[in-house]
């Protein structure tokens, strides 16, 4: 059994995070935190975790969440870099779920994220967190940088085709949506139900704050194979939760599309939460709604020499809190799918 905090626990991932550690019978949530409710009984806040948890939030404190095997960051961007270095001193393990660990490039990361990199040793220290790329990596981490959402499901949609060097790196695109819980939990009019309802945008498309962390993980999987070149564009539509992520490359070659099918179901078989659909498939946000699970289809037009690549997950699961789970789980030496091998919601 080991103590686990969550730092940050009242947002969409906070509470994410406490619904899946609910089930987890290695863990026990010892300490949440939130300045604005702290001395709140978690289940006051939560109504759907009564009966589940005797805990009420308090102020981030540096002991008690020392005292923690593990402390999960569910804050803005910003927190981590500035407490997790006096944990790191402590002994205690991090998974970070917000941005401040994701890049290595800090000149990049203070562009997007308006601020200097604070805690510059441990970006440099910090493992990337996508299981199905960095699983030897993740298990001797004493921090894991969670990858965002859209990222995860725009590099594991690409992953093999780059792997295997198949096709034109310089020109890919993804052309990805969101719910409305991606922007966070806190009040903004851009996400109000009157705004968003019956309505559909595209946002970002001059430049995302993920675009460099999907391109530092789509150079990584490259390796030397040459320049990568990614037009990333974001859309917001009129749904709770859960990403799809419409992906589109070349193939150098076009004769390669009779193999690709065969290419995805080799690469993820012993992946446990991505599941491959036959050919021509179209996943469906709602047929991952609620699970850890990356779910993704192959197309072609026509004669085409472009791969189509539709990918779907939910972005407050395997995009976030499901994710950090399996994270931990890995860190630990839990099996990968404890408390998280659940199916999706419908309807």
């Known amino acids: 059994m080991i103590k686990v905090g969550i730092v940050g626990g009242t947002g969409y991932t906070g509470v994410e995070l406490l619904r899946i550690l609910a089930a987890h019978p290695d863990v026990r949530v010892q300490a949440i935190t939130s300045r604005s409710e702290a001395g709140l009984a978690v289940s006051d806040m939560y109504p759907n975790l009564r009966g589940h948890y005797d805990l009420a939030f308090s102020e981030p404190d540096a002991d008690a969440l020392s005292a923690c095997d593990l402390v999960f960051f569910a804050t803005p961007h910003g927190v981590a870099m500035r407490m997790v270095p006096e944990l790191m001193a402590r002994g205690t393990r991090v998974v970070d779920l917000s941005a401040d660990f994701r890049l290595k490039d800090l000149d990049v990361w203070a562009t997007w994220y308006g601020m200097p990199h604070e805690s510059p040793q ?34 594991l949609g690409f992953l093999p085709l780059l792997e295997a060097g198949l096709v034109d790196t310089r020109r890919l695109i993804a052309d990805a949506k969101s719910g409305a819980s991606g922007a966070g939990r806190g009040a903004s009019v851009g996400t109000l139900h009157g705004e968003i309802g019956e309505s559909f945008k595209a946002y970002g498309a001059s430049g995302h704050r993920h675009l460099p ?28 939760r859960g990403i799809e992520a419409t992906l589109y490359a070349e193939l150098k070659d076009p004769a390669d599309f009779d193999r690709l099918q065969r290419l995805y179901e080799e690469r993820f078989q012993t992946e446990p939460f991505v599941d491959v659909m036959p050919f021509g498939s179209h996943p469906e946000t709602r047929s991952v709604k609620g699970a850890n699970t990356c779910r993704m289809a192959l197309h072609r037009q026509g004669d085409s020499s472009m791969v189509i690549v539709t990918s779907v997950i939910d972005n407050l699961v395997k995009g976030a809190a499901g994710q950090a789970v399996q994270n931990m789980n890995i860190m630990f030496g839990f099996d990968e799918s404890t408390a998280l091998n659940f199916p999706a919601l419908l309807p």
């Open 122 to 155: 441990w970006a440099e220290k910090a493992v990337y967190g996508l299981p199905e790329i960095a699983r030897d990596a993740i298990r001797e981490a004493q921090l894991v940088a969670n990858p965002g959402c859209y990222p995860t499901a725009v590099q």
């Open 213 to 240: 962390e999907i391109r530092q993980g789509l150079v990584g999987a490259v390796k030397d194979q040459g320049e990568v070149g990614v037009t990333f564009v974001p859309h917001l539509v009129p749904m709770i």
